[in-house]
């Protein structure tokens, strides 16, 4: 494995928060699923999200994966930085789900909303982010747990 590979593992967590970020402002976030119903037509991008005063959790998708990108950097966070991050990550993955069913209850008759493109890369710099920050708090070596499953 070259060394900057290695480097992108142990950096996993800030790796997931950028791909968190950038996916709030790539396609739609939630779209109406064919159930009908006025969710249909509705579609969700993930800046409107983040503006939007209706809905709390979809400003906390901009604000955690900041915190995640710069909790490295306060000091007085320091003892408990791994464990900020872990529960900063898991939050905001429940969060991704219950803001779903929140737009699925607003103005629906008959259909639900699904995860758009926005919402599914979301998704994978969320599991990113939760990944690395397990395994900082559980003080795992990510690179040389991928080292041993490749020489096996």
């Known amino acids: ?87 900063l990550a898991g939050c905001s993955l429940i969060f991704l789900f219950v803001l779903k069913g929140q737009l699925a209850d607003t103005g629906n008759y008959g259909g639900s909303a699904t995860f758009a493109s926005g919402a599914w890369i979301f998704l994978v710099g969320n599991i990113l982010a939760l990944i690395g920050a397990a395994a900082t708090y559980c003080k795992i070596d990510l690179v040389t747990k991928i080292e041993g499953m490749m020489h096996k």
Do not use: E, H, R
């Open 1 to 87: 494995m070259n060394l900057k590979t290695k480097k992108a593992i142990q950096q996993l967590d800030k790796i997931g928060a950028v791909i968190m970020i950038g996916a709030l402002f790539v396609g739609n976030f939630y779209a109406g699923d064919p159930g009908g119903g006025y969710m249909y037509s509705l579609a969700y991008p993930g800046y409107k999200l983040i503006f939007n005063s209706d809905y709390l959790l979809g400003t906390l998708f901009i604000v955690i994966p900041v915190i995640l990108l710069i909790i490295d950097q306060i000091k007085a966070a320091a003892s408990y930085c791994s464990l900020i991050k872990l529960i």
